[in-house]
């Protein structure tokens, strides 16, 4: 791998229309530091952003994209319906102030953020199903479900289910919220997938980094990427935001993964209190 390459948007990979490398906006709250954050992935090659109504930054995610030197019809966007705001009428209302504020008429995609709060299966989908119709979405997502919540979701929903975002990183593998998804054409989406940093402390993966000469960051993306899982990783500096695209020069080979498959570890980053799991 050469540390000097820099792939572009045409190089990445991507998953039925959506690029596998996106970059992710999570407790990115400085306005200047989001949309500067935003506009540099764009010119980097990233062509998917992802935020939500509980990040706060829609309307500077939306300035970042509006910077860019890029066509807005070349940027997957996607945000999420946060938990409170589930109920039919406010998916609708919440959903039409997301898109004023991130500047467009419709996103690619819109999350459900979480199964609780005020999300009830069949009236939630039911409001989604709506947004779909009149083209406000254009594909419907689902977030931090368990597989209980997939499958009872997946008897409900009369649109598909594109996705499937939810923690995953070599120290939370989630066989089973993959193999579910993989089972029902749902593409599977990884946030926090470096761990929140953890996964630079991981002796597996620093040897494999050292293997490549490249760092246990882009060890943890490639390994995903191998497993069929797109990834949003947060990053906010110019040089994080590189190095992340940087990872699809990083092509690991079977005996890598073993080694990742192997690490055998179950530590959640991410567990809110109102999680389903708890």
């Not at 935003?38 to 990040?55: F, M, P, S």
């Not at 860019?68 to 109920?87: C, H, I, P, S, Y």
């Not at 899982?229 to 040089?239: G, L, R």
């Not at 699809?248 to 809110?272: F, Q, S, T, Y």
Request: charged content about 30%.
């Amino acid at each position: 791998m050469s540390q000097d390459a820099t792939p572009s948007a045409a190089d990445a990979p991507t998953a039925e229309g959506m690029p596998m490398l996106g970059l992710g906006t999570w407790e990115n709250d400085d306005p200047e530091e989001c949309r500067t954050a935003v506009e540099t992935a764009l010119e980097t090659g990233y062509r998917h952003i992802d935020t939500a109504q509980a990040y706060g930054n829609e309307a500077e995610v939306g300035d970042g994209i509006e910077r860019a030197d890029v066509d807005r019809e070349d940027v997957f966007l996607a945000t999420k319906v946060w938990r409170k705001n589930l109920a039919a009428d406010d998916v609708r209302e919440t959903t039409e102030e997301s898109l004023d504020r991130l500047g467009v008429d419709s996103v690619d995609l819109l999350y459900m953020h979480w199964p609780t709060g005020t999300y009830d299966v069949e009236e939630t989908f039911g409001a989604f199903e709506q947004l779909y119709n009149d083209g406000l979405i254009h594909r419907v997502g689902v977030s931090n479900f368990r597989t209980e919540d997939l499958k009872e979701a997946l008897d409900v929903a009369d649109v598909p289910i594109f996705a499937h975002q939810f923690e995953c990183h070599p120290l939370l593998p989630q066989k089973a919220l993959r193999e579910i998804t993989e089972a029902h054409d749902i593409q599977p989406v990884a946030y926090s997938p470096l761990a929140r940093g953890e996964v630079f402390e991981v002796d597996e993966l620093t040897e494999i980094a050292e293997t490549y000469d490249t760092n246990e960051g882009q060890v943890s993306l490639a390994w995903l990427r191998e497993k069929g899982v797109t990834t949003i990783p947060k990053a906010t500096s110019e040089e994080h935001i590189r190095d992340n695209w940087g990872s699809l020069d990083l092509d690991l080979d079977d005996e890598d993964v073993a080694a990742i498959d192997n690490i055998d570890r179950e530590e959640r980053m991410v567990d809110p209190d109102f999680a389903p799991w708890n």
